[in-house]
């Protein structure tokens, strides 16, 4: 029987995903044309611990990736279709994450209230008059008034999982809100303290610092992206990550060069008065 991590893996081969396996804050990172993901496969999703979910999360901010925590339980079972969250980080289970890469609809999210779907109030209108079904009528089936029901065409509304299947039966799907899977997150600003980040920033990169994965920062200037680790004891998964999602990697090191990998010494780096100078130093390399 194969494990969780690689049933993922499989999928998104299937997918034609181009995939690498990590270890750290997120076990996979893949890219499909503009899409990447990053994941964090747990049997248990409540062991997701804050300090790994803000470093998956900062990780994905800073180049633009998708974070997401696949599981089948959270001490309980996880339902299929349904979306859960984890310290922001969107939770599905295995059936789940395959029928969302073939673009199935998800509007079931688990709250503290407990399953609700967010109904789009314009497109139940609409439907209802396309169906013409008055509103005494569709508020009997719905068992709510009919001044409830008006506000729910308004203003649109949350509603329970068993409202939701009410509706479901007499519209389908289309009059709810999709929730958005695989929306990247928005770039998050942070102040940076070693002397390499702030060398990028005075280079004009956005910068990012990272920690429980294998760069220590991420710099991204117009269309160019560059994962750094900053040390002589680099992973093999940086040029893994760098060529899935795209980037270019980087080596700051003390004594030892990488193989296959462009390097420089602290003092080397410092040296760059252009950013310009750093992408073709990279460039050349390749």
Same mark, same amino acid.
């Given at each position: 029987m194969k494990s969780g991590k690689d049933q993922v893996l499989l999928t998104l081969i299937q997918e034609n995903f181009i995939v690498k396996a990590l270890t750290g804050c997120c076990d996979i990172v893949a890219r499909k044309d503009d899409r990447i993901l990053l994941i964090k496969i747990l049997e248990d999703a409540n062991a997701m611990t804050a300090e790994s979910a803000t470093e998956l999360l900062k990780t994905a901010a800073a180049i633009h990736a998708t974070p997401l925590m696949i %599981?089948?339980?959270?001490t309980t079972k996880l339902k299929d279709y349904v979306v859960y969250n984890r310290y922001q980080i969107l939770t599905i289970n295995?059936?789940?994450?395959q029928a969302s890469l073939?673009?199935?609809?998800l509007f079931m999210i688990s709250k503290k209230s407990g399953i609700m779907a967010q109904l789009h109030g314009e497109k139940v209108k609409e439907c209802r008059e396309k169906e013409d079904i008055s509103l005494g009528k569709l508020s009997m089936q719905l068992g709510i008034s009919k001044r409830m029901l008006t506000r729910y065409e308004q203003?649109?509304?949350e509603v329970s999982i068993q409202r939701a299947l009410k509706v479901y039966k007499i519209f389908g799907n289309q009059v709810f809100k999709n929730v958005e899977l695989? %929306?990247?997150q928005i770039e998050q600003t942070q102040e940076v303290s070693s002397d390499i980040s702030l060398k990028f920033q005075n280079l004009g990169f956005a910068v990012t610092e990272t920690k429980k994965v294998p760069f220590d920062v991420v710099a991204q200037k117009e269309n160019?992206?560059?994962?750094?680790?900053i040390g002589d004891n680099v992973h093999r998964d940086l040029n893994n990550i760098s060529h899935a999602i795209g980037a270019n990697d980087l080596a700051i090191i003390s004594k030892k060069k990488p193989m296959n990998m462009p390097s420089c010494t602290k003092e080397e780096f410092l040296e760059f008065e252009k950013a310009i100078e750093?992408?073709?130093?990279?460039?050349?390399y390749q």
């Open positions: %599981s089948e339980k959270a295995n059936t789940t994450f073939h673009d199935a609809p203003e649109g509304a695989f %929306s990247t160019t992206l560059i994962l750094t680790k750093l992408i073709k130093f990279i460039q050349e």
